[in-house]
């Protein structure tokens, strides 16, 4: 054994070995890192690694054979077999191998198992609150994933962001009509822009199997998009293209990525990768322009972006009114412009219409069904807004806004458990969006589940959404603590009530939750509020009553007042708080006046309500008990 030792030093065959493996390995990081930017396909990086693999032996052989014939010349001439003329170079060449190694075994030998550990702080805690469900973390249910991150700005100017994201929101939109494939949902993708995270990381906070990532040059009136497919346990490239169009093809690009990563994973998705998923005539340039512009906008639902988001997608449709999806936005818009607490009929009847328009070009755009059954909601025609809900989830099932609004109406109706399944499925979707835990606390409360309730609620809260301390404070009050639940109502009471002094909110919401001498006083000041013709609408009076055992008052407050969020009423009402409301003599009659009885009759009635006798006639009133 040692001879055979001694015999390969003197071939040199160690110290072959060793700079062939230290120059493989620098070559394989020269191809990792430019492959990008030289916009190589990505199977380049595999078939250099098989090449480097298979031309090891193949070298060796080769370098065994030549200083077999010339070892005698080698010996006198080079020098090359005296150990100690080569000890420096041998101390080079092993210890870059070592070197070599240890990167090998510390990248892929001893990964990290911390779950997000490249995320923030909020979304590791997410993931240690909500360990993946080991049933759905098999290999089918997690390769039928994919999180689509924000393609990046490569403009000269680096001023067409609006354009880039407009481009990532429509590619989610083509494989989400993908069957069977799961895809994140725009808030938590975009929760990644800008940020340098590893992709495994980031497939354990969104539990997702891939990642598709790219970017956006525009320039003048041609485009080119940049894609490449990622499975990001091992960071495989599956598959990366490069399309250069004209503007105006930008839709038939987005669908084209839609069917390649079908085509990849068709295997998985069992799906024809035919089908067609995304519209593709072609667009006026400039309507799309105003249109990823107003997308932009209303990523932040600020009441002033929606107004201006109305404006821009007026345009959008004015150059092209065949825009069924520019219809449809701008009906979204109307509605996140009513935060804005005015012109609530103005502007439900522009987003009714703007809904209609969409849906009258192209009968298959989800957005403008959910809208039109978010309007139902608000105008409390709830007879109606089922099917409107159906018809979304139906064109997209895994919409978080159809979803959340269905939902919402299910509260509405008093059906706070079906209402459950649709907000944790909005929240598998689209993870890292706060206001579906929000939803999911409420629903939970409205059920009497107040761990849940609570967990679901400070996880909203932990993602920056104050009004989570909302259920928060009705838990509070629920389990005798009215002091914390007034510190937790406070803040948002005070944003969102009208026509008083910090004093008299600190009353108004002592009384309610804390009771005590304020309890009177409380009422008294809210009821000389409602007798003023010049009180702006008082979305907490509603519900305010119900936790203050004034059911009467709670009616009649909610039935004069037209502003359109309704849910701490029904929070309460449904709720823990609401069930001496429920039994007052009153509420059989307000239920039939605002359509809940029509409803129930049509659709099912809710847990807590059951019918005593259903009238024949027209002039007979059906009779229920509420517990």
């Known amino acids: 054994m040692n001879d055979f030792w001694q015999r390969l030093k003197q071939h040199n065959i160690l110290r072959i070995a060793a700079a062939y493996l230290v120059a493989g390995w ?76 240890v990167l090998v075994l510390t990248r892929w030998g001893f990964p990290s198992e911390a779950p997000g550990s490249t995320a923030t702080a909020t979304e590791q805690a997410l993931v240690a609150e909500n360990p993946p469900d080991k049933k759905k973390s098999n290999a089918v249910f997690r390769e039928k994933s994919i999180a689509v991150l924000p393609f990046v700005d490569m403009s000269e100017e680096q001023d067409q962001e609006y354009f880039s994201d407009g481009v990532t929101e429509e590619i989610i939109g083509a494989l989400n009509g993908i069957d069977d494939l799961k895809v994140t949902g725009r808030t938590s993708s975009f929760a990644f822009k800008g940020r340098n ?12 199997a891939h990642v598709l990532e790219g970017s956006v040059r525009k320039q003048g009136d041609r485009v080119r998009i940049t894609a490449q497919l990622i499975e990001v346990e091992e960071g495989f490239h599956l598959w990366s293209d490069t399309y250069d169009r004209p503007l105006e093809d930008v839709l038939a690009v987005q669908e084209e990525i839609a069917i390649a990563i079908t085509n990849k994973l068709r295997v998985l998705l069992a799906t024809d990768e035919k089908k067609q998923l995304a519209q593709s005539k072609k667009i006026v340039p ?70 209609l328009r969409a849906i009258a070009i192209s009968p298959d755009v989800a957005e403008a069904y959910a809208t039109l059954g978010w309007i139902q909601v608000q105008r409390r025609d709830y007879l109606d807004m089922d099917s409107h809900f159906e018809k979304a989830l139906a064109l997209n099932a895994d919409d978080p806004q ?24 909005a929240i598998e979707v689209d993870p890292i969006q706060p206001s579906h835990r929000f939803f999911l606390a409420t629903a939970l409360l409205m059920a009497g589940e107040l761990e849940g309730a609570e967990t679901a609620a400070k996880q909203a809260r932990a993602f920056g959404f104050m009004p989570a301390n909302l259920p928060l404070a009705d838990i509070a009050a629920l389990r005798g603590e009215g002091a914390r639940a007034v510190k937790l109502a406070r803040p948002m009471v005070g944003m969102l009530t009208h026509d008083f002094g910090n004093e ?61 969020f309704d849910l701490p009423f029904y929070v309460a009402l449904w709720g823990p708080f609401g069930r001496s409301a429920r039994q007052h003599p009153d509420f059989p009659a307000f239920a ?22 259903e009238g024949k006639g027209e002039t007979t009133d059906v009779t229920f008990t509420c517990s």
Not at 309 to 330: I, R, S
Not at 528 to 553: C, G, V, W, Y
Request: include cysteine; proline fraction near 4%.
């Open 26 to 101: 620098i070559v394989m990081q020269i191809v990792e890192v430019m492959g990008p930017a030289l916009r190589l396909p990505a199977w380049v990086l595999s078939a250099v690694a098989f090449i480097l693999i298979f031309g090891l032996p193949i070298v060796l052989l080769i370098a065994w054979s030549l200083e077999h014939k010339k070892k005698e010349a080698a010996r006198s001439d080079t020098g090359l077999l005296s150990g100690e003329a080569t000890g420096k170079l041998d101390y080079v060449l092993f210890g870059g191998v070592a070197f070599v190694l």
């Open 197 to 208: 995270e590893d992709l495994k990381g980031i497939g354990r906070v969104l539990k997702v």
């Open 286 to 355: 400039e309507a799309y322009e105003a249109y990823f512009q107003a997308k932009y906008l209303l990523a932040n639902t600020e009441p002033s972006n929606a107004s201006n988001a109305v404006a821009l997608l007026e345009d959008a449709v004015a150059l092209d009114p065949k825009f069924a999806q520019g219809w449809a936005t701008m009906a979204t818009a109307h509605l996140i412009s009513l935060m804005d607490g005015t012109d609530f009929e103005k502007k439900h009847k522009a987003a009714e219409l703007s809904a």
């Open 402 to 425: 159809a979803l959340n609004w269905t939902a919402y109406g299910l509260l509405s109706a008093g059906k706070p458990r079906e209402a459950v399944a649709y907000f944790e499925r």
């Open 504 to 564: 008299e909110i600190d009353l108004i919401v002592s009384g309610t939750f804390a009771g005590g001498d304020n309890r009177t006083k409380a009422i008294e000041l809210m009821k000389s509020a409602l007798a003023r013709p010049d009180t702006k609408s008082q979305i907490f009076f509603p519900n305010f009553f119900i936790l203050l055992d004034e059911p009467e008052l709670a009616f009649d407050t909610f039935e004069n007042d037209t502003f359109a």
């Open 592 to 613: 039939k006046r605002i359509g809940l009885v029509d409803y129930w009759q049509e659709n099912g009635w809710p847990e807590l309500c059951k019918p005593s006798g």
